[in-house]
Nanobody, 123 residues
Framework: QVQLVESGGGLAQPGASLRLSCAAS??????VAWFRQAPGQERKFVAA???????YYEGSMRGRFTISGDNAKNTVYLQLSSLKPEDTAVYYC???????????????????WGQGTQVTISS
């Protein structure tokens, strides 16, 4: 059984930075990803990191967001920088035991999900 616990969200001003954490427990996790969902919108891919340390980003977020992992702590981080009001959303951590490269950006391909952490960007 895999459990994911997110933390680090909150209220921040435009231009600020936040770091989200996803603490994972369980075995055979191959890929961990972050998705986000704004009110009234579908859940969208943000970034992912696989067991080899390769990273993948939604194109528009590359450069502002950085995903990284700490294997010793079984934790994946998402560093959010230069935040904008349109980044406001619930951010979810997701994990998969089996995943193809073509599916890495698809929410339905992930087996396990955290409860989400709210990020609100407002002045």
């Amino acid at each position: 059984q895999v459990q994911l616990v997110e933390s680090g969200g909150g209220l921040a001003q435009p231009g600020a930075s936040l770091r989200l954490s996803c603490a994972a427990s369980g075995r055979n996790i191959i890929t961990v990803a972050w998705f986000r969902q704004a009110p009234g919108q579908e859940r969208k891919f943000v970034a992912a990191i696989d067991s080899g340390g390769s990273t993948y980003y939604e194109g528009s977020m590359r450069g502002r967001f950085t995903i990284s992992g700490d294997n010793a702590k079984n934790t994946v981080y998402l560093q959010l920088s230069s935040l904008k009001p349109e980044d406001t959303a619930v951010y979810y951590c997701a994990a998969a035991s089996r995943l193809t490269l073509s599916s890495i950006r698809i929410a339905g391909a992930y087996d396990y999900w955290g409860q989400g952490t709210q990020v609100t960007i407002s002045s």
